[in-house]
C-alpha cells in the first residue's frame, strides 16, 4: 500500500506494507535513525516520537496509522543548525550516556515544555515514567528538562547546585 | 593522609565555560552526536545488498531435536538461505568455545538445553520476511526433564544436560574454594556469637537498552570479514573468531560502534554474531541481526544466580573474627562465564569486604541447569556484586543479634588505614583505603542521627521506616597478566598517542565505550598528561584494524588498564618531547621543567617551548638532537601491577506502605572513592546508573523460570526495569584515595553502586521490618514478598 505523510515538515511517500511499523518506516525507509527500537511491547520508549505534536511509541503504531498525519523525530528538534534546548540541556547536564534512550526522553521533554514551561521535578518524573534509562538514574535527565525549562524562560542567571560533597583524604 | 575539608562543599553543576586543559569537569564530545540522533549504533547500519537474519529459537528447555524440515522456509520468496545446526556440523562450526573453556552450541544439533536456545537460522531480503520464515520450519522435537531448581542438579536421578562431554554423568560444573577451612573453623569455634544466613542473590539480566547484534560483511575476493558488533571486547572477539572460524586473525576487522549500553550484557560471544558469519560467508552479501527485546532477556548473559550460605562469628562487642560461605553457583546450560580463567568464581574471593578479620574460608559448587548460560554481567565487577551482598548482608545479620548499630559495628571493624596494602585472609591484596573518613561523610550527608531519631518516632506510631547502610570494597582493573587472562589472552592493555605537526592529538585505545564517555575522559587523561587540550585531542577506539589490542570494557577495567596506558604514553611522548625541546632551547634536558604544555629553562621561565611548537619540530626540517627520530608517537602496552581497590559507603533510607508493603526508597546517599577523579561529571553518572541498578535488582528484577524452564521474564512487562518513578534524586559525595601503583592515583567506578547499593536497600528494608522480628528477605523485595515477611513467612525466591 502506498502511504504518505509529514516527517519533519517534509512530505513523504512510500510504498509500504501494511503491517510496517512506524519506528521500521522511519528508520529503514526514510533512514532517520535518530528514533531507536528497543522492547516491541510500549515499555521502553526508546521510539518515541511525535504524531501530530504528541508523544507515541512507533513500535506499536503502524506505519499506515500515521497517513496524513504528521510525525517529528529526533532530527526534527534541532531548528536552522540551532539546537533545541531541550537537546543543550540534556549536553549540559549530563542527561544520557549511551544515547540510546535520549532521543525518546528529549521528544518527551519537549512536548512536556510545550505544555508546562515550568514542570515540578514530580511532573518531569511523571512525563518520563514511560520510557527507560540504564545508564543516568534519571537524576540528570530531570536536571536537564529543568535546564531547558530555565533556558527558554530565560531565567537561567544563577548556577544551579547539586547534591554533590567530598572531602579529599 | 589529612583530611582536606571539603566536606559539605557543594559544587556548581552548570559550569559551561569551564573547559579544563586535563582532569575536571567537562562535558562530553560525544554528545553533540547523540543529541541531533546521529549516533551509530549497529542496527543503524545499512550495507547495499544487505540481508537480515533470524533466529529460530527452542520453546522447550530441554529436548532432543529428532529433526528440522526447512522446506517451506526456503520456498519463501524471500529468502536466500536457511542453515540448521547439522548443516554447520558438517562445517565444524555447529559448537564454539565459551569464555570459560566450555563449549556452547551455537545452532543446536542433539539437544536443546535451555528455552530460547539457537536451532536454526534464516537469512532474507527484509527483517519482516526472515521472521516469517522462521514460522515455515518444521522441528520435531522430543521433550526431556529439565533440570530447573539448582539445589537438586546434583542428585543422582538429575537428568544429564551437557550429555555432549566426554564421560559426562552428572550436572557438575565446577568446584571452588578459597581461605583456610581448617583455622575458620577454629576461629568459628571459640567465638562468643556465630549468626547464619541464607542469602540468595536471584538471576538477573543486565537488559541493556539496545539488544545484541551484529552486521558480517565478508568479502570473498580478498577473504576478509567485517563484523560491526555490539562488543564490549573487539580485540578478543576477534581473535575468537579467528580460532573458532579458522579465518586468518589478519582479515577480520571487528568494529563496535556507538553501543546502547553494555553492562557485560554484550562480553560474551553469542550464537547470533557466528550466524551472521556464516550467514555472510554464504551468501556473499552483508547480513544483519539483530535479537529482540525476548531474545536478549532469554538468551544472553544473565547475572548472578547464587544460593548461599553465610555464616560470620564474632566478639560479643561487636569485633568480627571470621567469616565463611558455601555457595551452590547456577551457570546455566552452558559454562559462558566471562571471567579471568584462573577465576572460574570471578571475584568472589573478596567476600571478606572491608574488615579485619582472621580467618574465611569460601567452598563453591556450580552445576548445569537448563537455563540460558552466562553468569558474570550486569555491572557486577567479576561476582563482587555477589560477595559484597553476602558480607554486607551478613554483617547486618550480626547487627541485629548483637543489637548494634549497623554503622558502628562496620566502623569497629574497618582494615585501618595505616595496614594498607592489605592482603585478606583470602589472598587479595587492597592497594590502598582510608574507609572511617568515607563511612563518616556518608553519615553526615545522610544526618543519619537524625534519621534514627525519626525512625525511633515513627516506630512509636506504627510506620515502617528503615535505614540500610552498605560498605564496599572493589576489586577492579583486571589485570597482571601474570595471572590474569581470558582465553589465554593476558588482561594488559595497548594505547598509541601520535601528535601531528599543529599539536593536535589522536590517542589509539583497545577499551570501548559503551555510554561511559571514553571519548571525553581520555582526552583529559592525555591532555592532564601533555596540556593539549581534550578539544584537540581525538579518540579513536572500538575498531580492530585502528587500535592497539587489549581486553576491552567491563569489569571497571577502562579506567584501571587503559587509563593507566593513555597516561603513560603520554609521558613517553613527552619525555621525547623534552629531548627536542633541549635541541631547540639549546639546553641540556636535565635543565629542562615542565609546566602543563611546555617546557622551559629552569630559573627562566622566558625560555620556553610549547608542546605544539616541539609537534611542529619533530615534524619539521630542521636537525634534531642526535640520536632523536623524527615524529612526536608513542605506544605502550600496560599491564597493571594490581587490581585497584574502591570502596565506598552507602546510606538508604526506605519507607513501607504497611498495607500494601510497597517499598519507596526516599533517599539514598552514595559516597565513593575512586581514588583520583578525572571527570567528576561523568563519575556522577556512573554511580547514578548504578544506585540505579540497585534498586531494580533489590525491589523489581529477577529472571525467573517455571517447573518446566519457560523463563517467565521474557519481555519488559514481565522483568521490571526502574523507571523514573522508583527512583529518588541521588544524593552522591566522594573521598579521594589514589591508587599507589596507578600513574594517576584513578581506580575505576563504573560498577561500585551496582555492587554497593542492593545491599544498602536490602538491609534498609529490613531494617524497616524490625518490629516483625525479620533479619533476612531475599530479593526481589517486591509487595507481595514484603509481605510474605511481614506475615513471617519470608520465602527465597527461588
Known sequence: MQVSMTVNGEEVTREIEGRLLLVHFLRDHLRLTGTHWGCDTSNCGTCVVWLDGEPVKSCT????????????????????????????????????????????????????????????????????????CRCTGYATIVRSVRWAAAEEAGTRTSLETQATSGSAS | MTAVSENGHRTAFVDNDKKPCGHGRMLRKEDPRFVRGKGRYVDDLDLPGMLHLAILRSPF??????????????????????????MLAEKGLAWMPTLSNDVQAVLATDK??????????????????????????????EPLDPVIDVRTALSPDAPVIRDDLEGKADNHCFDWETGDEAETEAVFARADVVVTEDIVYPRVHPAPMETCGAVADFDQVDGRLTLWSTTQAPHAHRTLYAIVAGLPEHKIRVISPDIGGGFGNKVPIYPGYVCAIVGSLLTGKPVKWMEDRAENLISTGFARDYVMRGEIAA????????????????????????APVKYPAGFFGVFTGSY????????????????????????????????VYLIERIVDCLAYELAMDPVELRMKNFIRPEQFPFRTKTGWVYDSGNYAPTMEL????????ALRAEQAEKRARGELMGIGVSFFTEAVGA?????????????????????HPTGKAVVRLSVQSQGQGHETTFAQIVAEELGIPPQDIDVVHGDTDQTPFGLGTYGSRSTPVSGAAAALVARKVRDKARLIASGMLEVSVADLEWEKGSFHVAGDPEASVTIQA?????????????????????????????????????????????????????????????????????????????????????????????????????????????????????????????SPHHPIGAKGVGESATVGSPPAIVNAVVDALKPYGIRHADMPLTPSRVWEAMQGRPTPPI
Open chain 2, 112 to 141: 536443546v538445553r535451555f528455552q530460547g536456545q539457537e536451532v536454526a537460522f534464516v537469512v532474507a531480503e527484509d527483517r519482516y520476511a526472515a521472521r516469517d520464515a522462521l514460522e515455515l520450519i518444521d522441528v520435531e522435537y
Open chain 2, 442 to 449: 556518608a553519615k553526615e550527608l545522610a544526618g543519619y542521627d
Open chain 2, 479 to 499: 589485570g597482571p597478566r601474570k595471572d590474569m587472562d581470558i582465553l589465554g589472552l593476558g588482561m594488559a592493555d595497548g594505547c598509541e598517542l601520535r601528535v
Open chain 2, 315 to 338: 566478639t560479643r562487642d561487636g569485633r568480627i573474627l571470621a567469616v565463611r560461605t558455601q555457595v551452590l553457583a547456577d551457570h546455566g546450560a552452558f559454562n559462558g562465564t566471562a
Open chain 1, 61 to 132: 503504531v503502524l506505519a499506515a496509522m500515521a497517513g496524513g498525519h504528521e510525525v517529528r523525530t529526533v532530527e526534527g528538534l534541532e531548528q536552522n543548525g540551532e539546537l533545541d534546548p531541550v537537546q543543550r540541556g540534556f549536553v549540559e547536564c549530563h542527561g544520557l550516556q549511551c544515547g540510546f534512550c535520549t532521543p525518546g526522553m528529549m521528544m518527551t521533554a519537549r512536548a512536556l515544555l510545550d505544555r508546562n514551561p515550568d514542570p515540578s521535578d514530580t511532573e518531569i518524573r511523571e512525563a518520563i515514567s514511560g520510557q527507560i
Open chain 2, 614 to 738: 616541539i609537534a611542529m619540530r619533530a615534524h619539521g626540517a630542521g636537525d634534531l638532537p642526535e640520536g632523536v627520530e623524527g615524529g612526536l608517537e608513542a605506544q605502550i602496552c600496560y599491564n597493571p601491577e594490581n587490581l585497584t581497590y574502591p570502596h565506598g559507603a552507602y546510606i538508604c533510607v526506605v519507607d513501607i506502605d504497611p498495607g500494601t508493603a510497597k517499598v519507596t526508597v526516599r533517599r539514598f546517599v552514595a559516597v565513593d572513592d575512586c581514588g583520583t577523579r578525572i571527570n567528576p561529571m561523568i563519575i556522577e553518572g556512573q554511580v547514578h546508573g548504578g544506585l540505579t541498578d540497585g534498586v531494580g535488582m533489590a525491589l523489581m528484577e529477577m529472571i525467573s523460570f517455571d517447573e518446566d524452564g519457560n523463563c517467565l521474564s521474557g519481555s519488559l512487562m514481565d522483568y521490571l526495569i526502574p523507571t523514573s518513578l522508583e527512583v529518588p534524586d541521588w544524593e552522591t559525595g566522594f573521598t579521594v584515595t589514589p
Open chain 2, 356 to 387: 579485619d578479620i582472621e580467618a574465611a574460608h569460601c567452598k563453591m559448587t556450580a552445576v548445569y541447569t537448563n537455563k540460558a548460560p552466562g553468569g558474570v554481567a550486569y555491572a557486577c565487577s567479576f561476582r563482587i556484586t555477589e560477595a
Open chain 2, 61 to 86: 528447555a530441554h529436548a532432543r531435536v529428532l529433526s528440522v524440515d526447512t522446506t517451506l522456509a526456503e520456498a519463501h520468496p524471500k529468502v536466500r538461505l536457511v542453515v540448521t545446526g547439522a
